[in-house]
């Protein structure tokens, strides 16, 4: 099973993010551990083929719609990163 996958098979799951997010004009949050709700997820490569960007991290990657504070962000994940967290009930 690949990353997106995995990611794509826990859509209304928890994902922990194991290093801080980086947000574009305003730097890192300073919020290692964060947990969040997997709402959405799409390949790399076709985010990448369809807008033409050159951005791209290296290894398993998703683009991915978490909910961040109570708002819905799409954000890069890549697998080293972020743990999925399974259901505890």
């Not at 826990?10 to 194991?18: C, M, N, S």
């Not at 033409?52 to 961040?68: M, N, P, V, Y």
């Not at 708002?71 to 890549?78: E, F, G, K, V």
Request: charged share 20%.
């Amino acid at each position: 099973m690949t990353f997106l996958e995995q990611i794509q098979a826990h859509t209304g799951g928890l994902v922990r993010l194991k290093t801080e997010l980086y947000w574009y004009g305003s730097g890192y949050d300073n919020t290692p551990g964060r947990v969040c709700l997997i709402l959405d997820s799409a390949d790399t490569d076709a985010v990448v083929a369809a807008t033409g960007s050159a951005a791209r991290r290296s290894g398993s990657a998703a683009i991915t719609l978490l909910l961040i504070d109570g708002s819905p962000q799409w954000i890069w994940i890549a697998e080293e990163d972020t743990e999925v967290l399974n259901d505890i009930f």
